[in-house]
């Protein structure tokens, strides 16, 4: 069965980094581009970043520039580098192949406040 499991998150004042990371199992993930979506209390989840097969990466406007999304298919893991965080970013994170998506798994909280 097709898993993830992110972690990383935590506390962090503004204008603060943290790394995310995602580990995938359950398909062959080279194969696959990789995504990080979040959602925060009340809100829809929304996507925040894209990474394709060969690496090439695209940002929700309100991220790029301050969010990195790399993958490295030797460990089946997917990393969310983010910098300059905003209060705005608090979320829970969660990461998913794009396309077929499969169950979401349990997040990792990201709280920015100071």
């Known amino acids: 069965q097709v898993q993830f499991v992110e972690s990383g998150g935590g506390l962090v004042q503004p204008g603060g980094s943290l790394r995310l990371s995602c580990a995938a199992s359950?398909?062959?993930?080279?194969?696959?581009?990789m995504s990080w979506y979040r959602q925060a209390p009340g809100k829809e989840r929304e996507l925040v970043a894209r990474?394709?097969?060969?690496?090439?990466?695209t940002y929700a406007d309100s991220v790029k520039g301050r969010f990195t999304i790399s993958r490295d298919n030797a460990k089946n893991t997917l990393y969310l580098e983010m910098l300059s965080l905003k209060p705005e970013d608090t979320a829970v994170y969660y990461c998913?192949?794009?396309?077929?998506?499969?169950?979401w798994g349990q997040g990792t909280q990201v709280t920015v406040s100071s």
């Open positions: 990474i394709s097969r060969s690496g090439s990466a």
């Open positions: 998913n192949r794009f396309g077929p998506f499969a169950t």
């Open positions: 359950g398909f062959t993930f080279s194969s696959h581009a």
